[in-house]
T-cell receptor, first 111, second 113 residues
Framework: ETGVTQTPRHLVMGMTNKKSLKCEQH?????MYWYKQSAKKPLELMFV???????ENNSVPSRFSPECPNSSHLFLHLHTLQPEDSALYLC??????????FGSGTQLSVL | GENVEQHPSTLSVQEGDSAVIKCTYS??????FPWYKQELGKRPQLIID?????GEKKDQRIAVTLNKTAKHFSLHITETQPEDSAVYFC????????????FGSGTQLTVLP
C-alpha cells in the first residue's frame, strides 16, 4: 500500500441515492485531489484541496460535493448522479503539488 | 489551458524490444513532465519525471527525453519485460501548481512473451 486508502472499492447506486466516497492518506501530505477516470479518456481533475481549503474546482456538476475536514481525509459526496457519471474515482495526495500518490480508486456504477 | 496529446493509444512489442511513447503539449510555460504507469486494476504510480531544465533523464530501463522547442517529450523503455505491460500516462504542468497538471489519454503497452 502506498499510504492512500480509498473506500469503498466498488459502489453501485441508483440515480436517486446519496452516497459518499472516502479517502485517507498517512503520508503527511498537504494536498489532496479527486480525479475521474473514464475508459480511454485522460484523467480528469475534479477538485484540489491544499491545507484543507479547496483551491480548484474544474466545473464539476453540483451533484458532486467534496469535503476535506483535515489534511488526512477527503470525501466526495454523491447525489442524484447520472449513468454517465459511472467511472473510476481516484483520490491522490502530494506534498507541494508534485509527485501524486494515488489511491486504488472507487469503481462507481450508476444505474 | 494546457492540452496534452499522447500517441500511440496502443502499442505491442516483443519481449526484449524497446517501446517509445510520445506526448506533445501546448503551453510553453509548462516545466514539469511526469509519467505514470497503471497496471490493470491498480492505481497509477509515478515512474519517472523530468523538468524543463534538463533534456533527458534515465532510471535503469526507463528514460524520458524532452524537446522544449518542439514541445514534446517521450518515454523510452528498453529491454521490455511482460511486467511492463500497463497503461502509461504522460502529464504536463507548471511546477508548483498541480491543479494545472494535465494528463494525456494514455497508452496501453502490451509486451508479448
Amino acid at each position: 500500500e502506498t499510504g492512500v486508502t480509498q473506500t469503498p472499492r466498488h459502489l453501485v447506486m441508483g440515480m436517486t441515492n446519496k452516497k459518499s466516497l472516502k479517502c485517507e492518506q498517512h503520508l503527511g501530505h498537504n494536498a489532496m485531489y479527486w480525479y475521474k477516470q473514464s475508459a480511454k479518456k485522460p484523467l480528469e481533475l475534479m477538485f484540489v484541496y491544499s491545507l484543507e481549503e479547496r483551491v480548484e474546482n474544474n466545473s464539476v456538476p453540483s451533484r458532486f460535493s467534496p469535503e476535506c475536514p483535515n489534511s488526512s481525509h477527503l470525501f466526495l459526496h454523491l447525489h442524484t448522479l447520472q449513468p454517465e457519471d459511472s467511472a473510476l474515482y481516484l483520490c491522490a495526495s502530494s506534498r507541494g503539488f508534485e509527485k501524486l500518490f494515488f489511491g486504488s480508486g472507487t469503481q462507481l456504477s450508476v444505474l | 489551458g494546457e492540452n496534452v496529446e499522447q500517441h500511440p493509444s496502443t502499442l505491442s512489442v516483443q519481449e526484449g524490444d524497446s517501446a517509445v511513447i510520445k506526448c506533445t503539449y501546448s503551453d510553453s510555460a509548462s516545466n514539469y513532465f511526469p509519467w505514470y504507469k497503471q497496471e490493470l486494476g491498480k492505481r497509477p504510480q509515478l515512474i519517472i519525471d523530468i523538468r524543463s531544465n534538463v533534456g533527458e533523464k534515465k532510471d535503469q530501463r526507463i528514460a524520458v527525453t524532452l524537446n522544449k522547442t518542439a514541445k514534446h517529450f517521450s518515454l523510452h523503455i528498453t529491454e521490455t519485460q511482460p511486467e511492463d505491460s500497463a497503461v502509461y500516462f504522460c502529464a504536463a504542468s507548471f511546477s508548483g501548481s498541480a491543479r494545472q497538471l494535465t494528463f494525456g489519454s494514455g497508452t496501453q503497452l502490451t509486451v508479448l512473451p
